[in-house]
């Protein structure tokens, strides 16, 4: 339609501008991509062309500027469809042709508002059944068709094997303890596709990947604090989607439940807190393990040169010994060996334990949310009459019956069981290398390393030694129990 209303001006093309998925309800023609350049030049051409009205502007205002832009710069505005469908040009050496501009523009800004109406009535509809209403894909899921509730088939979120694995183990190694910044480490070393490049390849047609984006620390974020995770419908502010009783929209399937989300949220409040004590620069295979005899304080890390080749050695600091009293060191590589003989053989054969934490819930967010949306509909009631008044006399009433019972147990205080697991603690510690999983290990046992000073020639086993708390032997235990029931 504009090449043909060019030839039937006589003019030559000099450029053109799309601005493709641009809305001109949202913005001004100053403010489109490719459109703005050519404003911002009107030497460069006499005249331009809209296919209608409407693709230039949807405001009066925005009609108004562009009329007297026109104007002192002496511009023809062409739409290749006015009223009626005949090619529409205005003369805006004249007051009335402005006018007639002006009322076109009312007539497209009205037809764009009522659009709009539309569109927010219909997504409102969809939203309140679970049926996805368009935007952002979440990353985990993908497009799906389902038959839903008003008895239509629609568009659904259901989950996407490959990026669903990739943020539920995102979740699972931060409920592990690790931090947001590690978690975004593991994604980037994983090359993990990003969520952009995952919304990319889903819509129609896809679109390319997009080489140079990258893992953020605030997407990560993001990912790990959605409750899209439990299958809600989320709003672009982060609020959930709620029923008439206050319950929120299931908006795709769940990729966790509850208990892990418990569990999540648990963990994020955990790593919120700010560690008490600065981080360790010294930190060492036996950091909180290995200690000086003579001080008890936790000896660091150090490198020293021995007839010139460099070792690792454990160190005392000094500060707290008499003049006479000398500092404690000890080779790393001895230090460690010794460790490793002592840890079997005491430990061994005994069965490892672990502490189960149930989370807790808190209700406490959620009531508050409730209460607000309260407060919010009452101040609407008392403007409302009618039917509309009865429809959020409804939705009071249905989130006070959600509210009683959370108000009853706000909070669900967390649990914690001990439970034996099926390997032994010396089966675990020869299973792994990495001093800082034997690290925890140590540390879980309340053990300590006494390092007592001495010199190159003093035997190990004088110079170390090697405690913990109370474990009971199991096959001295069982002998003890038998002697203690034929003493009867």
């Not at 005249?47 to 500027?65: E, G, K, T």
């Not at 334990?353 to 407060?375: F, K």
């Not at 101040?379 to 009433?397: K, N, S």
Request: charged share 25%; net charge negative; hydrophobic share 35%.
């Amino acid at each position: 339609m504009i090449t043909n209303t060019c030839d039937r001006i006589g003019g030559t093309f000099v450029g053109w501008a799309r601005d493709t998925d641009v809305s001109a309800l949202k913005t001004t023609p100053w403010e489109r991509a490719e459109l703005a350049p050519w404003l911002n030049s009107p030497e460069l051409w006499d005249v331009m062309i809209w296919q209608r009205l409407d693709r230039a502007v949807r405001s009066m205002a925005d009609m108004a500027d562009l009329g007297r832009f026109a104007k002192q710069h002496k511009k023809r505005l062409i739409f290749s469809a006015g009223p009626g469908g005949d090619m529409l040009e205005l003369d805006f050496s004249s007051s009335m042709s402005e006018l007639i501009l002006l009322i076109l523009a009312f007539a497209a800004q009205l037809e764009g508002q009522t659009i709009m109406e539309r569109n927010q009535g219909a997504a409102a509809h969809l939203r309140s059944i679970g049926r996805y209403s368009g935007g952002t894909i979440p990353y985990g899921y993908h497009l799906v068709r389902k038959v839903f509730s008003d008895g239509r088939e629609g568009w659904w979120l259901g989950l996407h094997e490959e990026t669903a694995a990739i943020r539920r183990a995102a979740i699972a190694r931060t409920i592990a303890g690790h931090g947001a910044t590690r978690v975004l480490r593991w994604l980037v070393e994983s090359e993990a596709i990003t969520p952009k490049n995952h919304q990319a390849r889903l819509v129609t047609p896809p679109r390319e990947h997009d080489d140079g984006d990258t893992w953020r620390l605030n997407t990560v974020y993001d990912m790990l604090r959605s409750p899209i995770v439990r299958g809600y419908q989320v709003r672009r502010d982060g609020s959930m989607t709620r029923t008439t009783d206050g319950s929120p929209v299931i908006h795709a399937e769940p990729m966790i439940d509850d208990e892990t989300w418990y569990q999540l949220e648990s963990a994020l409040k955990e790593l919120a807190v700010p560690s008490a004590h600065p981080r360790r620069k010294d930190g060492h295979e036996l950091l909180g393990v290995i200690v000086c005899g003579t001080c008890e304080r936790n000896m660091y890390g150090a490198w020293n040169s021995f007839s010139g080749v460099r070792k690792g050695t454990f160190r005392c600091h000094g500060g707290l010994h008499e003049k006479d009293q000398p500092a404690s060191s000890i080779l790393r590589t001895v230090a460690l060996e010794y460790v490793d003989e002592q840890f079997v053989d005491q430990f061994g054969p005994f069965r490892r334990t672990q502490v189960i934490r149930t989370a807790g819930v808190d209700h406490t967010a959620e009531i508050n949310e409730l209460e607000d949306d309260l407060q919010e509909l009452s101040g609407r009631l008392v403007r409302l009459r009618g039917a509309a008044a009865d429809v959020v006399e409804q939705q009071i009433q249905g989130i006070s019956d959600r509210l009683g019972p959370l108000k009853e147990r706000p909070v669900v205080p967390s649990r914690e069981q001990t439970v034996e697991l099926d390997t032994t603690w010396g089966e675990a510690w020869q299973q792994t290398d990495d001093w800082a999983v034997r690290r925890r290990m140590l540390n879980d046992l309340g053990v300590k390393v006494k390092v007592m000073p001495g010199n190159r020639w003093t035997p190990r086993d004088d110079r170390l030694s090697f405690a913990a708390g109370t474990h009971v032997d199991p096959e001295q235990d069982a002998l003890d129990d038998i002697a203690q029931q034929e003493s009867f």
